[in-house]
């Protein structure tokens, strides 16, 4: 039997609310992701019917298909959390409220050109590969400040703040020094008035990622259950 996802969302919520107190943070300042990575669009209606309004895809041409299949909803956002071709950008840029993964200049500038070709400003999220694993994207935490300057001399694209995935480990606590690094990154480049989101935290360890300022938790497995 499938999981019930309104029973999985008020666990998950009521796991946020608490890590947030426990640091000090109100619940509200931090949204919640739900990652629709193969979940149908069944599934996807019913987290929204339960309160769910964001939701990130990690490929473009899933994000294009469950877009269409799912429609237009009140207040639903559609957020972009994998890697990024430069080839994608256009449909990226026409479903995505936020992208969450750019990690170099070329990326920036797809997206900056196709917005300018709108006439939007695309918010977007500076992905960083704290743990500089080479086997996932993010840029290296040394090159971060010149990206962000690059970024910056972009009009139609705009940095809201930095996101990360840290290597995946069963124990919650060993992703805490991955996500105290981008928080420390960030202070050290402007701090919250520059960039004011951390994309960080998943289904495993989101509540260690609250307590170190996670302003997003991309969560996908505690919503859904595991993926078929």
């Not at 991955?178 to 935290?201: K, N």
Request: charge should be neutral; hydrophobic fraction near 45%.
């Amino acid at each position: 039997m499938a999981p019930s996802i309104e029973k999985n969302l008020a666990v998950v919520r009521e796991r946020m609310a608490e890590a947030a107190y426990r640091s000090g943070r109100e619940p509200g300042a931090v949204t919640l992701v739900a990652v629709t990575k193969r979940q149908s669009a069944e599934r996807v209606l019913e987290a929204y019917d339960a309160g769910c309004r964001e939701f990130g895809e990690n490929y473009v041409q899933e994000l294009c298909e469950k877009a269409a299949q799912v429609g237009p909803r009140q207040g639903l956002r559609w957020h972009h959390i994998g890697q990024l071709q430069t080839n994608k950008a256009r449909q990226a840029l026409e479903l995505a409220a936020l992208v969450h993964g750019v990690d170099r200049e070329s990326v920036a500038v797809a997206l900056a050109k196709r917005a300018a070709e709108v006439g939007r400003v695309l918010p977007i999220l500076v992905q960083v590969n704290v743990a500089r694993e080479s086997q996932k994207g993010g840029c290296d935490p040394v090159v971060l400040g010149a990206l962000l300057d690059r970024c910056a001399a972009l009009p139609s694209v705009r940095v809201v703040g930095l996101m990360t995935m840290p290597p995946f480990s069963e124990e919650p606590e060993d992703s805490r020094r991955y996500f105290r690094e981008l928080h420390e990154l960030r202070e050290r480049f402007g701090g919250p008035a520059r960039l004011p989101e951390l994309s960080m935290g998943m289904s495993h360890d989101f509540a260690v990622a609250i307590a170190e300022g996670a302003t997003l938790v991309r969560i996908g497995t505690a919503i859904f259950g595991e993926r078929a």
